[in-house]
């Protein structure tokens, strides 16, 4: 049974540009949030997608913007790329049912901007 | 909107110690939840707790939920250089049932041979 896989792994993007980041959530699991996490920290609440929705938001500006497709996968993207987006992006899937009980984690995407 | 705080930031000791991690708040959450990341990796779920004074064990550890469900611990016997890792508390924000999770800053466990 597959996990949260997330792509890519890496990225490297210059300031100003604009980048997408994809994720498939655990099989059955219909409820994806994304999450950035600064080096040392704890991660940050992005946002989170259920029904294809939007369903909460974190302190993020409107240049992080998602989407969730009917397969619940998700992509987040970000616009007008600063220097401080650098960060590793997880994204976490819950199944039905569980509100935020429990979150499964994918591995990151690694996202460095210059 | 709801804080967890995590002492200690840093933790350093010898294969075969005993430690014990503390997460805490000043408000009420309807669970907790424990994560431990390794570089380069997603956090990894551990446990749940969700009843006040709720104990759970798992293997070599412990995991506390306070009575009034504002605090939690992590204790680790024996502890094993697998052991290493960042050790997170996380928690349901704004004490709703759906929605985001507000974590805390984490523990850095190095568990030396």
């Known amino acids: 049974d597959a ?7 890496h990225l490297i993007k210059t300031r100003g540009q604009q980048v997408t980041l994809r994720c498939s959530p655990k099989s059955g699991h219909d409820t994806v949030s994304w999450y950035q996490q600064a080096l040392g920290q704890g991660p940050q609440f992005i946002f989170q997608y259920y029904e294809e929705e939007e369903r909460q938001r974190g302190n993020f500006p409107d240049r992080f913007s998602g989407h969730q497709f ?3 996968s998700s992509e987040l993207n970000v616009n007008a790329l600063l220097l401080g987006d650098s960060a590793l992006y997880l994204c976490a899937s819950s199944p039905p049912g569980t509100g935020d009980y429990e ?8 996202l460095t901007v210059t | 909107t709801q804080l967890l705080e995590q002492s200690p930031q840093f933790l350093s000791i010898q294969e075969g110690e005993n430690l014990t991690v503390y997460c ?3 408000s009420v959450f309807s669970s907790l939840q424990w994560y431990r990341q390794e570089p380069g990796e997603g956090p990894v779920l551990l446990v749940t707790v969700v009843t006040g004074g709720e104990v759970k064990k798992l293997k070599r550890l412990t995991f506390q939920f306070g009575d009034a ?15 290493t ?13 759906y929605g985001k999770l507000t974590f805390g800053q984490g523990t850095i466990l190095t568990v030396h041979p």
């Open chain 2, 85 to 97: 890792g960042l050790y997170l508390c996380a928690g349901p924000a704004g004490g709703t049932s």
């Open chain 1, 70 to 72: 009917p397969n619940y």
């Open chain 1, 3 to 9: 996990g949260v896989t997330q792509s890519p792994t």
């Open chain 1, 103 to 110: 979150q499964y984690f994918g591995p990151g995407t690694r």
């Open chain 2, 24 to 26: 805490n708040s000043s």
């Open chain 2, 69 to 83: 469900r504002k605090d939690s611990s992590l204790h680790i016997t024996a502890a094993q250089p697998g052991d």
